[in-house]
């Protein structure tokens, strides 16, 4: 039965835009990195085999997560939630620093970043109360309840600081929440506050490093050899790459190493330098190609959890997708945001994923009388 299930239902064009997207993405590591290690994938510790053993690492999770029907871990939704916030509080005491924040905890020498894991723990858990609640949920103390759901980790993970990452957890409870029938009233009121305090918020709650982010977002030369060296080298990265780039290997600001966080945040820089405008769109267009599948998988779904659970995902992927672009290109502030299967970073990559592995799960599951 799950074999006619997986040959019938199982998603190919996701999963083939997913690895595809995975090896654009280490393709541009191993642009980036070539400073550091010229004479190519000779060592263990060269980032393109991390990232290529952690994709396989993921995949196979995928596939695991895949085979078991996504409704287990909606009735283990509580502890994944406990979970994910158990390790957002670790994060802040036994966290290892890094550029002025704290993200990750280190496991027999693997740094995991908490705040991935949390993520896709609060999709799981926002779809299974949404879900048991589909008529209650218009009333005031479930909204409030979501809304609680969705702001602690977004409240933690600002303490790391990690702003970035805090609006991703808002979005992705303000699109359940509204997809799952909560009053949109509530939902405007909310965000009419939220925008009048935001004077506030900028003069109690942001840190030191925020307030010094977002001066330097407006104004890269206040500190042009320091935090605004990147912002500036990934504009004229961008800038001079045109139409079809420079050429794979050959951009000045990447291969002289004027980008310090090339394989991470700035990666999209090393892309529009290289492969301009041309290679920007058609990693955008496989970004499309996914989301559009994760928001087909919610519109096949045989029940509101799985349909809130693959919509979640395909939120997460296209805020991320859009903040870590934003602040290539200079939209937005730097946040520290990976870009999805294209960053360098083990914990991003095996997370997402798994994610898909959920939304394939559901896949799996549609509804009896669908082809």
Known sequence: MMQERVSRHFDPVLAAGAIALAGYGGLLIYSASLSSYPDGIVSLDHPVLKQALLGILGIGLMLLIMMTDYRVFGRAAPALYGLGLLLLVAVLFIGDESLGSRRWISFAGVQVQASELAKLFTIVALARYIADRPLEIRRLRHFLATLVMGMVPAALVMLEPDMGTAIIFGSIWLVMALMGGVRPYYV??????????????????????????????????????????????????????????????????TQLDFLQTATTDYIFSVLGEELGLAGAVLLLGLYVLVIFRCLRAASLSYDLFGRLVATGVAV????????????????????????????????????????????????????????
């Open 188 to 253: 405007g009121v909310l965000v009419a506050l939220l925008v009048l305090s935001i004077p506030l918020v900028s003069a109690a709650a942001l840190s030191d490093y925020q307030r010094e982010r977002l001066a330097l977002f407006f104004n890269p030369n206040l500190d042009p050899l320091g935090g605004g060296f990147n912002i500036l080298q990934a504009e004229i990265g961008i800038g001079s790459g045109g139409l079809f780039g420079k050429g794979l290997f050959q951009g000045t600001q």
């Open 316 to 371: 997460m992927l296209l805020v991320q997708v859009f903040i870590n672009v934003g602040v290539n290109v200079r939209l937005l502030p730097v946040t520290g945001i990976p870009l999805p299967f294209i960053s360098q970073g083990g914990s991003s990559l095996v997370m997402t994923f798994m994610a898909l592995g959920l939304v394939q799960s559901v896949l799996l599951r549609r509804r009896p009388f669908e082809p």
